[in-house]
């Protein structure tokens, strides 16, 4: 097995390398608006620290979100290409989930990204691996009663300690727990879903209403 793990979802742009027993090189960087710009060196990058070439790869692991139109878009375009090329699967993770499995904690607590317009995307998790409710997305005011008393981790936690007093790291999502995530469920039969998006909301971009038609009759 060798994993290539990716995920654009968030600020960072983050890479990882899993042989099937460890994370053999990885590339973190932060950075909201070059994703495209950043995502292909940081895959050399991976790839030449691992001393391997790119057609040794035996699996692509995408972070499928929740995140932004636009920069989520990168990561999954980038893996769902490179799986074509390389004739190898695509397997899709909750790019949540990755940041609970980094969290590594042991009792109930909250994930919680910045979703932006002061809203997050957020989950809650019995344990580092264990989902159990599905991604939603709301101002945090509106879900207090829900986290109330519980640890989180994520950008999104960090920036309204209002609702998580219980802050901390890990910030963003690490290509290296996505790995870690995918290879331990591939090793133990588990199927992983499709690269597909999710977005839980519209993109901020939209077709103008009323607008004129100026082509031709």
Not at 6 to 32: E, F, K, N, W, Y
Not at 177 to 192: M, N, P, Q, S
Request: one cysteine or more.
């Amino acid at each position: 097995m060798l994993l290539l793990a990716l995920d654009t979802a968030t600020p960072a742009v983050t890479v990882a390398l899993h042989d099937g027993r460890d994370v053999i090189a990885s590339s973190s960087q932060v950075d909201a608006r070059r994703h495209g710009e950043l995502l292909l060196p940081a895959i050399d990058r991976v790839l030449a620290e691992a001393g391997v070439r790119l057609d040794a790869v035996t699996g692509i692991v995408a972070g499928i979100g929740p995140g932004p139109y636009t920069g989520l878009r990168v990561g999954l375009m980038t893996a769902d290409t490179f799986g074509l090329a390389l004739g190898v699967p695509v397997h899709g993770v909750c790019t949540l989930d990755g940041l609970a499995c980094a969290a590594d904690l042991e009792g109930p607590f909250v994930v919680a990204t910045d979703a932006r317009r002061k809203e997050v995307y957020w989950a809650r998790y019995a344990d580092s691996r264990t989902r159990v409710t599905d991604p939603a997305v709301d101002r945090p005011a509106d879900i207090a009663e829900q986290v109330r008393g519980l640890p989180a981790v994520g950008a999104g936690a960090l920036l309204y300690p209002d609702t998580f007093p219980k802050a901390h790291e890990p910030e963003h999502v690490s290509a290296a727990a996505l790995a870690r995530l995918a290879a331990k469920k591939l090793a133990a039969g588990e199927e992983l879903p499709p690269p597909r998006p999710l977005y839980l909301r519209r993109p901020d971009a939209q077709v103008p209403k009323n607008y004129k038609v100026v082509t031709p009759k």
